[in-house]
């Protein structure tokens, strides 16, 4: 079993930053990708950024420049520094680990942002 939890999250004014940390604990051998995700209130939820295991990374066109993923892998644990926050980044980001055919999600950090 594969157990992701994300933390991080926070109210912040716009403009500013938050780094959130997705912990991956299990039987973490098998992933092959880690990826952040978000879902506004009343929104579906959309991919932001993903790291795959030879470090290979993509971004939504939302992140490119303001936001970067990296991963340390001894511990397991995966990071999406945001940066330049504006309103529209108000949501709660989730944090998914692909393990051989299946994905797994962690419980989600909200993240808040005010003018």
């Known amino acids: 079993r594969l157990v992701l939890v994300e933390s991080g999250g926070g109210s912040v004014q716009a403009g500013g930053s938050l780094r959130l940390s997705c912990a991956a604990s299990g039987f973490t051998s098998c992933i092959y990708d880690m990826s952040w995700y978000r879902q506004a209130a009343g929104k579906e939820r959309e991919f932001v950024s993903g790291i795959a295991e030879d470090g290979g990374i993509t971004h939504a066109d939302s992140a490119k420049g303001r936001f970067t993923i990296s991963q340390d892998k001894a511990e397991k644990t995966v990071y999406l520094q945001l940066s330049s926050l504006n309103l529209e980044d108000t949501a709660m980001y989730y944090c998914?680990?692909?393990?051989?055919?299946?994905?797994?999600w962690g419980q989600g950090t909200q993240v808040s942002v005010s003018s």
């Open positions: 998914k680990a692909s393990c051989g055919s299946r994905d797994y």
